[in-house]
């Protein structure tokens, strides 16, 4: 079935960098998006970018912008997101999502089940 | 910048209530890009609505969307114990992102 699988809970000092990853199954993963949202406790959601591997664009949301970088490996079906200067206030479950386009909508509709990232000294 | 509005920030009924959650936009939107995303303590967002008001494959159909311009809600028309989560507008047109969401809880 189509899933999205995270990688493990990262424990991370401020100031350093974080890259977590989204192993793609059941689908063809170049053809479709690849969404990341964080999740601070306590706190909304927050989209932070999305990225395709067909069309090789990324589109980061603002707030990130010079801090986030998303890439990706097709051979491995994987997306990666890369976080830095981390401060306390980035500790969240951090989730992938695919991106689905249609002719006339845009939606999120398979999730992976997140990647918890602390941010501790 | 767009920006959405979610109200009430919590929403507390009974179940067998009729829930109606309202996501308003900072400049009219195309109806297109507005999902509802459904998100419970340790699991993923689900996605409930897109494009307004189509239910994602497997809502159940208690779930309605409605809406335009700049006004949207999102209707559970009797809540059931597993619709107790937080809903969250968003919209993908341009620039993305989220309202800030509705929890709904327990009377």
């Known amino acids: 079935q189509v899933q999205l699988v995270p990688s493990g809970t990262e424990v991370k000092k401020p100031g350093a960098s974080v890259k977590v990853s989204c192993k793609a199954s059941g689908y063809t993963f170049s053809t479709y998006d690849v969404n990341w949202v964080r999740h601070v406790p306590g706190h909304g959601l927050e989209w932070m970018g999305w990225?395709?591997?067909?069309?090789?664009?990324?589109v980061y949301d603002q707030k990130f912008e010079g801090r986030v970088t998303m890439t990706w490996d097709t051979s491995m079906s994987t997306a990666y997101l890369e976080l830095s200067s981390l401060t306390s206030g980035d500790a969240a479950m951090f989730y992938c999502?695919?991106?689905?386009?249609?002719?006339?909508?845009?939606?999120?509709?398979?999730w992976g089940n997140g990647t918890t990232v602390i941010v501790s000294s | 910048e767009l920006v959405l509005t979610q109200s009430p920030g919590i929403l507390s009924l009974s179940p067998g209530e009729r829930a109606t959650l309202s996501c308003r936009a900072s400049?009219?939107?195309?109806?297109?890009?507005l999902a509802w995303y459904q998100h419970k303590p340790g699991q993923a967002p689900r996605l409930l609505i897109y494009?307004?008001?189509s239910r994602a494959a497997g809502i159940p159909d208690r779930f309605s969307g409605s809406g335009s311009g700049t006004e949207f809600t999102l209707t559970i028309s009797r809540m059931d114990p597993e619709d107790f989560a937080v809903y969250y507008c968003?919209?993908?047109?341009?620039?993305?992102?989220f309202g800030p969401g509705t929890k709904v809880d327990i009377k």
């Open positions: 968003h919209h993908s047109g341009g620039a993305f992102t």
């Open positions: 990225m395709n591997p067909s069309s090789n664009k990324i």
């Open positions: 400049q009219s939107v195309d109806r297109s890009y």
């Open positions: 999502a695919r991106g689905r386009r249609t002719r006339s909508s845009y939606f999120m509709d398979v």
């Open positions: 494009g307004v008001s």
